[in-house]
């Protein structure tokens, strides 16, 4: 079987793949619950090569993302589900109902005005999407905070259920105010550090954190990406930390902190001068 760039070939090859007797043993053993995490893994690949600036790579992980939407597609079709068609048909619906200013005759000129279109929509969906799972008998969630997965980063959650919060009221409105929280959970912090209960500790530590995601927030900043781009950061100055010991003819283990800290303070200070 050749490859090709057309969509089709990717979906026979799929096919081969989940065939029994002849396709793959690993593919065959698979189901939605044993992909799903590969499905996340491949999210941040992408994610990863766009933080990097590398495009090549970025091709090439998209492919694998694609593979994993085709992959749960195939094995909906075993079980008489639904089919790839099915889920190209299904967001294409959805992106020309969600663009009535685009394809429709609502006007939406600005991005507020866009975003204002978007809610509503969604609404009239998530309305619709509850009446057809109450119709089967299935649970249906019920609250502001409702539809926000579980399977989601925690950082990533928090933002979503504070977005949704915030949407009924329950809200600061000055980022300042949020501030005074991350200091007060600090306090909190210090304080069962002190008397050495370090459950209480550790969860005072998940107070600041869903705090500092709400700071995010309030500054437009993705809690996610601020903090992957914070992770890189580090890499790269402890790499210079790394680079600068080996020029001395030594391993971080064999340096002092005091060494390592006037290191990492020159890495910082040669970034900000290349800035």
Known sequence: MKPSKDIARLIEIMAALRTPGTGCPWDLEQNFATIAPYTLEEAYEVADAIARGDLDDLCDELGDLLLQVVFHARMAQEQGAFEFGDVVQAITEKLIRRHP??????????????????????????????????????PVESGALAGVPLGMTALTRALKLQDKAGKVGFDWNDPKAVLA???????????????????????????????????????????????????????????????????????????????????????????????
């Open 101 to 138: 200013h685009v394809f429709g005759d609502l006007t939406g000129k600005t991005v507020d005005e866009v975003n204002g279109l978007w809610d509503q929509i969604k609404a009239k969906e998530k309305a619709a999407k509850k009446a057809r799972m109450a119709a089967r008998g299935m």
């Open 181 to 275: 929280k991350i200091r007060e959970e600090c306090d909190e912090i210090e304080a069962e550090i002190a008397s050495g209960d370090r459950d209480k500790a550790s969860a005072e530590v998940g107070d600041l954190l869903f705090a500092m995601v709400n700071l995010a927030r309030h500054l437009g900043t993705d809690p996610e990406a601020a903090l992957r781009g914070c992770n890189q950061k580090f890499v790269r100055r402890f790499a210079s930390i790394e680079r600068a010991l080996e020029a001395q003819g030594k391993r971080p283990q064999d340096a002092t902190l005091a060494e390592m800290d006037a290191l990492w303070d020159a890495a910082k200070a040669a970034e900000k001068q290349g800035a």
